[in-house]
Structures are given as C-alpha cells and as structure tokens.
C-alpha cells in the first residue's frame, strides 16, 4: 500500500513534521508532497493519505494549502473510499482557532466522502514536544491497512 503524506505550511514546520513521518513509515512506499504541488484529482483511494497542516492567521489554512482545498472545492469529486488521517500543527494560546488549519482539512475531506481514520493529531507548540518527536509517535499507531468503515 502507497503512502502519500501532503502537508501544508507557513513556515516550514508542517514540512519537517511530514518529514519525520515519512521516516516513520520508511517500511511502507511513501511518497511526500506540498499540497500546493499536488492536485485533488491525483488522490486514490488506493493509497493511504496522511495530511499534516500548520493553521495560518485567524484560523485559516497556510498559503500552502489553499490551492489545493480552492480545487477540491471547486471540482467536487466523489473521495468514498479514501482513508486518510490528520496531523495538525497550531498553538493554543490562539484559543477557538488552535488547529483550525488542520480541521478545515479533515472537514473538506470528509464533505467530499473520504473516511477519517486514527486519532486526529494536534501539536502544541506553546508545549516542550517536538512535533517530529509527537509525530513518530503517531504514525506508529496509523491504522493504515484497516478497511473503510473499520475505524473512526
């Protein structure tokens, strides 16, 4: 099974965080991508789909992502049976908008009929956790060979 992990990021740490579990996952056939290089029509249900996504502003999607997401919006296109998990990237001190970037992800996923599947990862950076650290340890427990509908 194919691995593909998109990430979007402001600065560059959603980057280094889909680095890290990509290294995680080195046993399985990984490939990485910046959403903004990555077209909604390319993703297959075949392929297991981790997101990692910073939040930008007042909540909003990083620069990097937007492209992306306007495309899937645009375009609509059927994603049942794509499974995918989600690592985001915010600080708390934000309050309401923490990890809104990655939750807009999720949320745009699921409107078009994929399946969101493992714990939804959330870093703090206001935290002593290294989000490369925090996010080895997640996509250790990725249930990436369950079968639509077997987790939630």
Not at 4 to 22: H, K, N
Not at 60 to 82: N, R, S, V
Not at 89 to 103: A, K, V
Request: hydrophobic share 45%; with cysteine.
């Amino acid at each position: 099974m194919r691995v593909v992990i998109l990430f979007g990021s402001e600065m560059g740490t959603a980057e280094l965080t889909a680095e890290a579990i990509a290294d995680e996952l080195a046993t399985h056939d990984v490939s990485l991508y910046d959403m903004f290089d990555f077209h909604p029509a390319d993703l297959d249900a075949d392929d297991f789909h981790i997101v990692v996504c910073s939040t930008y502003g007042d909540g909003e999607l990083p620069t990097g992502a937007e492209p992306f997401f306007k495309i899937l919006d645009a375009t609509a296109p059927d994603l049942t049976g794509l499974r995918f998990a989600v690592f985001g990237l915010g600080d708390i001190i934000y309050g309401d908008t923490f990890n809104r970037g990655g939750e807009i992800c999720a949320e745009k996923l699921v409107a078009r009929g994929a399946v969101q599947v493992g714990e939804h990862a959330r870093h703090d950076s206001s935290t002593d956790i290294k989000p490369g650290e925090m996010a080895r340890e997640w996509a250790a427990t990725l249930p990436l060979h369950e079968p639509v509908g077997a987790s939630a």
